[in-house]
């Protein structure tokens, strides 16, 4: 997978985001051309028609809730405000392999590292697995919260689902009996909006809150290793006194060990070190932005991608440089990624596409 095309996609989750800009602007053929898939054309479930749970579906609109490559980015699926669940194959070339329909609106999904399976974690606090292999199949339940999730999360080897909510818990279960709960990873004292599993240190799990706070997890015993205040770091940005500082992002880096985050409504990307040994997170820097940040990803050599709202400059790359991380202007990879977006500008602008900017 290409790091970047999930940074570029992640623009269809801006609020209010229109479906006219599904996939077309961000993915790059083999042949230069753009692969276009817009979700209002895609197929709808009748207004009022029954949904496995036996409830009447209600009219949504065509914004995307939630997106995920699968590890290899083979495959890619996302979920929509119709409460449609829409599997791509990617390569050789992209193609719609299926149009299902889940019981709720989605939150957040993952797929399996065997890519055999897709979760789906959705507002009223289930998880449904979706079937890659037979994808015409409906969904099968396999756990639930009683409040809203928030994300949901897999461990490297598939072994443990893990799952977040709004009510300060993050449940780790057997992915292949999720009724049998490992632990709870409790210490939070607000929603938890982002986890991830560390890639590299398998058993180390990192979460967001709305209170403000980054924690490190051995999450299958459930102890909390680590807790670093945000209000230390973010406070000279902050707008108002009381502010809390919500992540929306995370993105982590292999090589290094480094973690960068945003914040809602702060122009700024975070970057932490994790220092295995002592399970804790280090604060390195901050980047300054002009605008709103809308996306992060790194690249697997380390190289950091940032998406703003801004159309003179909607990229920009950062590479680590003698302990600092530094803007990179030459890079052809920027120069033809960022011309995709301003020759399309168009689409994120004004009401009439749905957007709130």
């Not at 979706?130 to 639930?144: F, N, R, V």
């Not at 809390?244 to 292999?254: A, D, G, L, W």
């Not at 990624?337 to 500008?345: E, H």
Request: glycine share 6%.
């Amino acid at each position: 997978e290409n790091p970047t095309k999930q940074l570029l996609f992640s623009i269809v989750k801006a609020p209010g985001c229109s479906s006219a800009v599904i996939l077309g602007l961000f993915f790059p053929c083999s042949d230069e051309s753009l692969f276009v898939y817009d979700c209002s054309s895609a197929e709808k479930q009748p207004l009022g028609e029954k949904g496995q749970d036996g409830k009447g579906t209600d009219k949504g609109s065509d914004d995307i809730l939630a997106f995920a490559f699968s590890p290899s980015g083979d495959y890619f699926a996302l979920t929509d405000d119709n409460k449609r669940l829409i599997l791509f194959r990617t390569k050789p070339s992209w193609e719609c392999v299926s149009v299902r329909f889940v019981n709720r609106r989605c939150t957040s999904l993952v797929i399996t590292a065997a890519e055999d399976k897709i979760f789906v974690a959705d507002k009223s606090g289930d998880v449904y697995s979706y079937s890659i292999t037979e994808p015409q199949a409906d969904g099968k339940l396999e756990l639930g919260h009683v409040s809203l999730l928030l994300d949901v999360a897999l461990s490297a080897d598939d072994r443990y689902i893990l799952t977040a909510d709004r009510d300060e818990k993050i449940r780790v279960s057997l992915t292949k009996a999720p009724y049998s709960i490992v632990s709870y990873c409790m210490g939070h004292r607000e929603f938890v909006s982002k986890i991830l599993v560390i890639p590299n240190c398998p058993d180390l799990l990192l979460s967001a809150s709305g209170d403000s706070t980054l924690r490190l997890w051995e999450y299958k015993s459930g102890e909390e290793v680590h807790c670093c205040q945000l209000s230390t770091i973010c406070g000279p940005q902050a707008t108002k006194p009381d502010q809390k500082f919500t992540v929306s992002r995370i993105t982590y880096c292999c090589q290094g060990g480094y973690v960068a985050i945003l914040c809602d409504s702060i122009p700024t990307v975070y970057i932490f070190q994790l220092d295995a040994t002592a399970r804790q997170l280090v604060y390195k820097e901050q980047i300054s932005l002009k605008h709103k940040g809308w996306d992060i990803a790194f690249e697997e050599m380390g190289d950091l991608w940032i998406l703003q709202e801004d159309k003179e400059a909607p990229l920009l790359l950062y590479r680590a440089c003698d302990g600092q991380w530094k803007a990179v202007t030459d890079d052809k990879g920027l120069q033809k990624m960022s011309k995709y977006i301003q020759d399309n500008w168009t689409v994120f602008e004004g009401e009439k596409f749905g957007l709130k900017v």
